[in-house]
């Protein structure tokens, strides 16, 4: 059963325009949703991550976009750049007993391109 | 901070051998995960360590799979008579949850490829 749902699995945006990655969730013990990016080859490096007390948060040209009653939440990339070419994930964990974070449980993952 | 380190970077090996990689979490951290990431997917959890004690293992985790953090500082995981579908990337975690500090710290990995 696969816990965290991804989509969409391919993405091709020019430069200077907004991608848009969507994730959606089940557990609704689930407390702290991260994004990581992947370029081929290295591991996955923390771009932003968000709480469900907050609807969304931004960081640079980053923001995550919350939606608790709906179980979902998004990725949006503004000015994307060349450089921005690389595999997402989305990924959640939950609030374990004693107050701590459990494992993360990954999306299959999104591989952003964009084109000159 | 140097960030996460692991070691070796890649291995290759013959089914049916053994092998064992190295973490290295980032200083202070207390949490040590290991992930393993298949080409296309996602990392799946194996395990993870508060201090030196092993808390959880994933189904994943079969008994040719063993993790050890003797001191509470590096960890190694050890896959004993490998098989080709022990093929991909093994990635190394840590956190600091004890500061309130979620955040998980990848290292580059160590990609497998059993032959």
């Known amino acids: 059963q696969q816990q965290v749902k991804q989509s969409p699995q391919s993405l091709i945006v020019q430069k200077g325009g907004i991608s848009i990655i969507n994730c959606a969730y089940e557990n609704t013990a689930f407390d702290y949703f991260p994004w990581y990016q992947q370029f081929p080859g290295k591991g996955p490096a923390l771009l932003i991550a968000i709480r469900p007390d907050v609807s969304e948060k931004k960081e640079g040209r980053f923001t995550i976009s919350f939606n608790k009653s709906a179980k979902q939440f998004s990725l949006h990339i503004m000015d994307s750049q060349p450089g921005d070419s690389a595999t997402y994930f989305c990924?959640?964990?939950?609030?374990?007993?004693?107050?701590?974070?459990?494992?993360?449980?990954f999306g299959k993952g999104t591989k952003l391109s964009v084109k000159p | 901070d140097t960030g996460v380190s692991q070691n070796p970077r890649h291995k290759i090996t013959k089914r049916g051998q053994n092998v064992t990689f190295r973490c290295d979490p980032i200083s202070e951290h207390n949490r040590l995960y290991w992930y393993r990431q298949t080409l296309g997917q996602g990392p799946e959890f194996l395990t993870y360590f508060q201090n030196e004690a092993q808390l959880e293992k994933s189904r994943l985790l079969s008994d040719r799979f063993s993790a050890e953090r003797p001191k509470g500082s590096f960890s190694t995981l050890e896959i004993q008579r490998t098989e080709q579908g022990d093929s991909a990337m093994y990635l190394c975690?840590?956190?600091?949850?004890?500061?309130?500090?979620?955040?998980?710290?990848f290292g580059p990995g160590t990609r497998l490829t059993v032959t």
């Open positions: 990924a959640a964990t939950y609030r374990e007993y004693g107050g701590s974070q459990g494992n993360l449980i």
């Open positions: 975690a840590s956190s600091f949850p004890d500061r309130g500090q979620w955040e998980q710290y």
